[in-house]
């Protein structure tokens, strides 16, 4: 008997492929010729679980001092560093900006064995904290359980619901979008728009959009509009302070419900909707609005630009809109019921706000107003009209 003497692996493995050379048949000695090779070659990582690596976490600037979750949990302040096992990491960096914000920094990163593994944390830009998104989602469950509740009462009545939110009373009457009960710091930098205060609204509802051609020649039927052009589902415009209330009295004499001008406090309310942009839904001016520069010297069909929050097309641009107010030059001595400011003032001229399709971007701030004789005809200012509702 012959005895080798085996002094590597691979003098084993020729060895073994002798044998089966001699006696495996040809296509299967191929495979496992290929499955030998595939195996010696292969490149894929494998992972040890290895606890020398480590991760560095480096931070610069305002994401000095964050607060650094691994895998959930916390791990300190950052700058830092610390040793873990080769594999895959969740990464969440925070840090607090104010009572309501937070600036995070999300990664998933992998580790290899006996690596340190660098991670430079760059906070984004604030947002809520998770306790404050659960209060506001609470919020905003409780307020769709109103706003349900309420629209529901509408129905019974014979209305008909557009959405959880919003309601028709008829074919061509004005789309009508509910407003929570809230408050609004109200006012701007402007001589006008002094002092901001503090103003408490009641729930109420808003049209979706200014009052269009099309609403206007059903219920009056005609149209004063110098933009015919445009179509029936632009905003109608030609219209009097005084014009608008003769809409409201057959709105309410077709319906039986109880359409008015919305006062200026609710304008400014359903307009910022909760928000603290310059214009009503953004501080993009074009996102929202037409006004000179994008408009073509003509109105717009409603609802093409970005609503707001509250879902409201065009409360910045296209037309000036009528509120009941009277106009006062500045807040002093304000209602801060959000109720309709009669008395005093100027009372030759009403309140119209939001800029028109000839406007300057600065006239579609959220605060900007303006101040026209109520029987006086222009061809960018129009309406849109409010509703009282009775909580249910």
Known sequence: ?????V???RWLICLLGLVLAATTPPLALAQWNESVTSAATS????????TNASLRFVCAGDSVGSIIYVNGQRKGAC??????????????????????QEAVFDEIVFVGGRTAQRVDVQLGAPQLTRAWRKILEEKRRQQLEIYQATVQKL???????????SFKECADCPEMMI???GSVAMGGTNSNELPVHEVQIQMFAIGKTAITQRQWQSVMGSNPGAFTLCGPDCPVESVSWNDAQAFIHKLIAMTGRSYRLPSEAEW?????AGGKYSYCGSDNVDA?????ANSAGSTHPVGRKQPNVFGLDDMSGDVWQWVEDGYHSNYRGAPADGSAWLGGGEQRYRVARGGSWFSAPTALRAASRNGFESDSVYNNVGFRVARTLVTP
């Open 155 to 165: 129905v019974e009545q014979g209305v008909q619901a557009m959405s959880d939110y």
């Open 79 to 100: 700058p830092l560093k610390m040793a873990v096992s080769e594999g895959d990491y969740t990464i969440h960096a925070a840090k607090r900006v104010d009572d309501k």
């Open 1 to 5: 008997m012959t005895v080798f003497k």
């Open 268 to 272: 400014e309310y359903a307009c910022r």
């Open 7 to 9: 002094k590597s692996v």
């Open 288 to 292: 929202v609005g037409w006004y000179g």
């Open 179 to 181: 407003i929570p009960s």
């Open 43 to 50: 490149s894929a990582p494998v992972r040890t679980g290895v």
